[in-house]
């Protein structure tokens, strides 16, 4: 497969490409939180919830620390934030933290259009597990697909029961599959998180994650590497060397090799962590972003491959 004409001499269609072509200008996440907890926290399905879970996150911790100021101070300060490096910046509205349509759906949906009322918000980013998805809440995000830009983000982290035993996800794949056709059924964008580093997986668990995953139609991913975040389960079984962080280099060519795997119109929203040093134990090399995004920038282009050349709608191509 030729390789695609990504905008900035990228070799993968980025957030940025896709909120250029999308609004034609910057578009930038704002997190938020807004306070809702998680069925795998809650006692639903569980209370201890992903064993790498802190605060309601996968990344670094909660937003604001914990506390839930009014959602228009959230927005407002996120804007400011933006705007002072971009002066033009519009913003999506991102339902960060803890499991975002676990509430009733009057809640949701008055704080969903509540946050699309704020000045410069042009589209809306719900992150949830796909097992809170129930048929009316999945009525309302039909709605809101069809008036702004909306994105489900819907963590799976791998396709592999047997880990997500192991760090207590509480849904199996199958969940996750069912629920993406369902809210893609219905015409709403999907963006899948996946976790590279998972205790016990290998590279080609990892690989045949992105494979799976790129098969089924949805629009954007979010790549991840584990952290080892204090105060989470994962940080005893870290201490006793049970939990090897993954190296750079090895993070690195499995993402590179896992972009290769892709559809080429499959927005990658994100290649790696983001979050506050103080609470990350390991690996400290993720903490260096720019190093990170640059090194598999300059793999991809070392290796001339590109997002989706071992691509093959229905037959993937082996790494
Ligand atoms: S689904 Fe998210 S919020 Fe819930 S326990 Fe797992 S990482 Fe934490």
């Known amino acids: 497969m030729d390789r695609p004409a990504y905008a900035g001499n990228k070799r993968y269609y980025s957030l940025y490409e896709a909120m250029m072509g999308r609004f034609g200008r910057r578009v930038m996440k704002a997190g938020i939180d807004v ?28 937003l604001y620390g914990g506390n839930h100021p009014p959602l228009a101070e959230q927005l407002a300060v996120q804007r400011e934030r933006i705007r002072q490096k ?27 259009c509540e946050a699309l009322e704020q000045e410069g918000v042009c589209g809306l980013s719900i992150a ?13 995000l039909a709605d ?20 997500a035993r192991r760090f207590g996800r509480g849904y199996d794949t199958l969940c996750f599959v069912r ?12 963006c899948v998180h996946l976790i590279n580093g998972l205790p016990g997986e290998s590279r080609e668990q990892m690989l045949a994650s992105a494979r799976m995953v790129s098969e089924l139609g949805l ?3 979010k790549i991840h590497l584990l952290h080892i975040l204090k105060g989470t389960r994962l940080e005893a079984d870290y201490r006793t060397g049970q939990v090897v962080p993954m190296s750079k280099e090895s993070y690195i060519d499995t993402v590179v090799r896992q972009i290769e795997l892709l559809p080429p119109d499959m927005v990658v929203e994100r290649l790696t962590g983001d979050g506050m040093r103080e609470h990350l134990l390991a690996p400290l090399w993720s903490l260096d972003k720019i190093a990170v995004l640059g ?14 050349k071992r691509y093959a709608a229905g037959s993937q191509g082996q790494p």
Do not use: M
């Open 86 to 112: 971009w002066p033009d910046a519009g913003l999506i509205a991102y339902f960060q933290a803890h499991t975002n349509t676990y509430g009733s759906p009057e809640t949701l949906k008055q704080l969903y």
């Open 179 to 190: 629920a993406a056709a369902r809210l893609k059924e219905r015409g709403i964008r999907v």
């Open 35 to 62: 306070g809702f907890t998680c069925p795998n926290l809650d006692g639903t399905c569980g209370t201890q919830g992903c064993a790498f879970c802190r605060n309601g996150s996968s990344g670094y911790g909660a």
């Open 295 to 308: 090194g598999i920038d300059r793999e991809l282009a070392f290796r001339d491959t590109w997002q989706g």
């Open 219 to 221: 629009d954007g991913i």
């Open 144 to 163: 809101l697909s069809r008036q702004t830009y909306l994105t489900v983000e819907l963590g799976l982290q791998t396709i592999h029961d047997e880990t």
């Open 128 to 140: 949830t597990r796909p097992d809170a998805l129930p048929e009316p809440v999945l009525e309302i």
